[in-house]
């Protein structure tokens, strides 16, 4: 009997264009890259641009990547052009009974009591199960202040575990979360599930402020009938005192380190020192020699310059 071979899958670098990205961003994409090729997966470049975006950043963006030397397959896909898809998968999600409208606002869920065991900022489940006449009153409210309910989802489970291949097991709380905001624009977390699935993606590699996310999409993606990919969340790139690295740090991106008098075989040769691989020039070189399982597990103090 001959095994059926399994549709490789793909890996994904999704980076939001509000601003050039930085040497830790650059050194996830060629993580993410680099482990998707080397298990013989596609690899998917997807804008998530339904926020904070600025003008002419995506281009710079994947100018950057490619000059890296990263390929990806397929067309660039861009979020703001996938609205259909997000409005099937809340439309599913309600005739499954799983959506609710919120008319709280930020500060009245900062303000209101926290369910028992809640961790703080979780939504504290105000307008979860409002009677009818309490709905029309919240409607009526959102009509005055001329915005719509924010959609959100009814949750039955209070965490979710998933694995990250260097976190483990990882549990994390699910609460209500946020499916459309108040001004239309769909959530994050939703956003990024269906994008992934309808993309084949079948491991997530990113950065690891994300990793707290993961299980509630992973939740969100069983909800919906889709498959929960695997996670790899890469420590952030921190400056000298600590702090996640910013533009105003100085020098942190590929065309600042390029006015600088560096090349990007430079560039890629520190990235690749992170990793404790001398002399890398390339990314095919970080590909070639990187090994995933003893990859740094602390976050990368990024030297730069005064
Ligand atoms: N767009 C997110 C970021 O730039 C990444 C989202 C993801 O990889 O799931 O931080």
């Given at each position: 009997?001959?095994?059926?071979?399994?549709?490789?899958?793909a890996?994904?670098?999704?980076?939001?264009?509000?601003?050039?990205?930085?040497?830790?961003?650059?050194?996830?994409a060629?993580?993410?890259?680099?482990?998707?090729?080397?298990?013989?997966?596609?690899?998917?470049?997807?804008?998530?641009?339904?926020d904070?975006?600025?003008?002419?950043?995506?281009?710079?963006?994947?100018?950057?990547?490619a000059?890296?030397?990263?390929?990806?397959?397929?067309?660039?896909?861009?979020?703001?052009?996938r609205?259909?898809?997000?409005?099937?998968?809340?439309?599913?999600?309600?005739?499954?009974?799983?959506?609710?409208?919120?008319y709280?606002?930020?500060?009245?869920?900062?303000?209101?009591?926290?369910?028992?065991?809640?961790p703080?900022?979780?939504?504290?489940?105000?307008?979860?199960?409002?009677?009818?006449?309490a709905?029309?009153?919240?409607?009526?409210?959102?009509?005055?202040?001329?915005?719509?309910?924010?959609?959100?989802?009814?949750?039955?489970?209070?965490?979710?575990?998933?694995?990250?291949?260097?976190?483990?097991?990882?549990?994390g709380?699910v609460?209500?979360l946020?499916?459309?905001?108040?001004?239309?624009?769909?959530a994050?977390?939703?956003a990024?599930?269906?994008?992934?699935?309808?993309?084949?993606?079948?491991?997530?590699?990113?950065?690891?402020?994300?990793?707290?996310?993961?299980?509630?999409?992973a939740?969100?993606?069983?909800?919906?009938?889709l498959?929960?990919?695997?996670?790899?969340?890469?420590?952030?790139?921190?400056?000298?005192?600590g702090?996640?690295?910013?533009?105003?740090?100085?020098?942190?991106?590929?065309?600042?380190?390029?006015?600088?008098?560096?090349?990007?075989?430079?560039?890629?040769?520190?990235?690749g020192?992170?990793?404790?691989?001398?002399?890398?020039?390339?990314?095919?070189?970080?590909?070639?020699?990187?090994?995933?399982?003893?990859?740094?597990?602390?976050?990368?103090?990024?030297e730069?310059?005064?």
């Open positions: 009997m001959s095994a059926v071979p399994t549709p490789p899958g890996g994904r670098y999704a980076p939001s264009p509000s601003g050039d990205l930085h040497l830790g961003n650059l050194r996830t060629i993580l993410a890259w680099a482990l998707a090729r080397r298990t013989g997966r596609a690899f998917h470049l997807r804008v998530e641009d339904l904070r975006v600025k003008e002419g950043s995506e281009q710079r963006q994947l100018e950057d990547l000059a890296l030397g990263l390929d990806w397959d397929g067309d660039v896909v861009r979020q703001s052009e609205g259909a898809a997000y409005d099937e998968a809340i439309a599913r999600l309600e005739t499954q009974g799983q959506v609710f409208e919120c709280c606002t930020r500060r009245e869920i900062l303000e209101a009591p926290s369910a028992p065991h809640a703080p900022g979780a939504y504290p489940g105000t307008c979860r199960d409002l009677t009818p006449a709905r029309e009153q919240g409607r009526q409210r959102m009509r005055e202040l001329r915005r719509a309910p924010a959609l959100r989802l009814r949750t039955e489970v209070e965490s979710w575990q998933v694995h990250d291949l260097w976190a483990g097991e990882v549990t709380t609460d209500d946020v499916l459309r905001r108040g001004d239309g624009v769909v994050y977390n939703l990024v599930v269906v994008d992934d699935a309808a993309a084949g993606v079948d491991q997530v590699v990113r950065a690891d402020d994300l990793l707290s996310s993961a299980p509630r999409q939740h969100l993606a069983q909800l919906l009938g498959p929960e990919p695997s996670y790899a969340h890469v420590p952030l790139a921190v400056n000298s005192v702090a996640r690295l910013a533009k105003r740090d100085g020098a942190v991106t590929l065309r600042d380190r390029l006015e600088r008098g560096e090349s990007v075989r430079e560039v890629v040769g520190r990235i020192d992170s990793l404790g691989l001398r002399g890398c020039r390339a990314a095919a070189d970080v590909l070639e020699r990187w090994d995933p399982a003893a990859s740094p597990r602390h976050p990368w103090v990024v730069l310059p005064s």
